[in-house]
């Protein structure tokens, strides 16, 4: 259906029905995420992500990387891993690193939310069963979150 305006910018009476395109990240989010990575601190939340919940703790990415590579350290530990002090620091130096570079450059959004203690919820238990794990994600597929973590027990 041709209109007479086709082609031209739409008149001041149609432009407040044109829709734009929803952000494909919710700056809500990503203003807890910068928060938690520029000031410290920690907050509970329950994402949904592509029809999975995941819940946790926010953390700054140093935080995270920080953890992630006691994490790893203990690992390898456990298995009889050599040289694992060595790659438990290349985790480590990642977010001191990012740190870094961060305080170098203007502000930025940030992509990925890192969670401490998070669960993976399904519908008949939460995973892993045994503990609560570190968890990152890219914001921009997040599709919902609610503050506050879920217990499923």
Same mark, same amino acid.
């Given at each position: 259906?041709?209109? #007479?305006?086709?082609?031209? #910018?739409?008149?001041?009476?149609?432009? =407040?029905?044109?829709?734009?395109?929803?952000?494909?990240?919710?700056?809500?989010?990503?203003?807890?995420?910068?928060?938690?990575?520029?000031?410290?601190? @920690?907050?509970?939340?329950?994402?949904?992500?592509?029809?999975?919940?995941?819940?946790?703790?926010?953390?700054? =990415?140093?935080?995270?990387?920080?953890?992630?590579?006691?994490?790893?350290?203990?690992?390898?530990?456990?298995?009889?891993?050599?040289?694992? @002090? #060595?790659?438990?620091?290349?985790?480590?130096?990642?977010? =001191?690193?990012?740190?870094?570079?961060?305080?170098?450059?203007?502000?930025?959004?940030?992509?990925? /939310? =890192?969670?401490?203690?998070?669960?993976? /919820?399904?519908?008949?238990?939460?995973?892993?069963?045994?503990?609560?794990?570190?968890?990152?994600?890219?914001?921009?597929?997040?599709?919902?979150?609610?503050?506050?973590?879920?217990?499923? @027990?």
């Amino acid at each position: 259906m041709a209109t #007479e305006n086709e082609g031209q #910018e739409p008149t001041e009476e149609e432009a =407040h029905l044109v829709l734009t395109p929803a952000p494909d990240t919710d700056w809500f989010l990503q203003t807890l995420v910068a928060t938690a990575n520029r000031k410290g601190g @920690s907050m509970g939340v329950t994402l949904l992500v592509g029809g999975t919940i995941v819940s946790g703790t926010i953390v700054s =990415h140093e935080d995270y990387f920080e953890n992630l590579g006691d994490e790893v350290e203990q690992g390898f530990k456990a298995a009889g891993g050599e040289a694992v @002090s #060595e790659l438990a620091d290349i985790f480590r130096n990642i977010g =001191h690193d990012l740190e870094k570079r961060l305080a170098e450059a203007p502000p930025t959004n940030p992509a990925f /939310i =890192h969670l401490r203690d998070a669960l993976i /919820i399904l519908p008949n238990k939460a995973l892993p069963e045994n503990r609560r794990v570190w968890w990152r994600g890219r914001i921009s597929q997040v599709d919902g979150f609610l503050l506050g973590t879920f217990d499923p @027990s």
